[in-house]
């Protein structure tokens, strides 16, 4: 990491270079080009998005991993075009099925004050005895109401000190909890050593919107962020080599600026910033098939496999939540699996091929694999204790935003784009409000 590079006085390529592409990084550059300055992306990839991206294989469009945002989110957001899952997560567990986290009947409508979590609203928690139940449905409905700034203001605890102070029975820590943090943090958690603030964070997604993916991929959401900035703003297969506080180094040339913004993944930022500290970071296999099923009975739901002896972590039938997902009859079923080597991959996609056949009952030989992704450092562990505002800014001029620097997901990583741009406008005396400069 070095303060200041050669002096240039009388040039400068842009006001601020964000390194990387992803969805990180354009979020940080949106906000300072609609803050009215000038903005240069530079992204070693030949597209944007980052971890964030789709393709289309045989005509089916999947995601280079299966990923899931929740409409409480992004709900708003028109043109996503989000395919839903049914609320709440389906459970298989001990050969059931049983739905979990959604409003049970008694409380299914909304309140007369339009309250979504009004008086006398319960979530579904089969888990447990009635008096654990209860229990759970007022945790969770405490989630689903609670910000997310007053999660975290609480004192941080891991999740073993969190099923403690709850009481939570065995039968609930490994028929829901354990499975859950697996399926959406890639926390293969037997000790419950991550970060209770991060389970709670979860649930609060889970409870609080559904399950969602983006029609035309999880792509759309970075090329959305893409389009909001100017043409001639993102350089893409260009390798920045060297970052100072005042431009950077690519392998042909020198590019120089106020400020920089390192939006990269966690590795490459540790070659760029040798001070940053690199995260445990966790890996995930993604497997796609394609499957003929039966349509679901009620509203298709992402399932949670509670099996300990099943490779899957969580899978969808994707397609019938977005059904131009497919470009045939068949179903398109995406399939997480957490903590996999890379190795011997055909014989970990028979497993699970052979799993799925159990649990949408359809014969496994009559799932093709159309495409698999296996993702090495696919998410940053949230062990306790963890900082959930690591910060953004290095010096004066130097910053670095990504979801190892709070949250670990695609909302992570935006928020900490969003917390990188504000850095650098306070730095630079540039108001928030687009175009509007104010002095130091």
Known sequence: MTAQGPSHRHHRDADVIVVGAGVAGLQAAGWLHEA??????????????????????????VDRGFHLVSTAEHGEDAKLELGCFAPGVD????????????????????STSGDAFGAGTVLRTPLGSPTERRRQSGWLLRLATARTDGILAEPERDAADLVHELGLSRR????????????????????????GRAVELALRRLVRGRWALPSQGIAAIGQ?????????AIRLETEVLVVHANGVVTADE?????????????????ELLPGLQEPQLRSVTTF???????????EPAVLIDADPHSPVSRTAPVSHAAP???????????????GHTGTRTSELEAAVRARLGELYRAEDDRWECVAVHHCPHATPAMTAPHNFRRPVRLIHGLYVCGDHRGTASIDGA?????????????DLGVSFRAGERVTA
């Open 414 to 426: 935006l928020e900490s784009g969003r917390r990188a741009a504000r850095a650098v406008l306070a």
């Open 172 to 195: 609930v820590v490994d028929g829901f909890l354990r499975p859950y943090l697996e399926a959406f943090l890639a926390e293969p958690d037997p000790d419950l050593s991550t970060s």
């Open 224 to 232: 959305n962020l893409a389009e909001r900035l100017p043409p001639g």
């Open 36 to 61: 009215g300055l000038d903005i240069l992306v530079v992204e070693a990839g030949d597209r944007v998005g980052g971890r964030a991206g789709t393709e289309r294989v045989s005509g089916f469009v």
């Open 254 to 270: 020198v590019l120089r600026s106020s400020a920089v913004v390192v939006a990269t993944d966690p590795a490459t930022a540790v």
């Open 288 to 298: 796609h098939h394609a499957a003929v099923l039966a349509p679901p009975r009620g």
């Open 324 to 338: 131009n997902r497919s470009p045939d009859h068949r179903t398109l079923v995406s399939t997480n699996v957490v």
């Open 91 to 110: 459970l298989q567990l001990d050969g059931k099925r049983i739905r979990y986290g959604d409003r049970a009947a008694a409380g299914a409508a909304m």
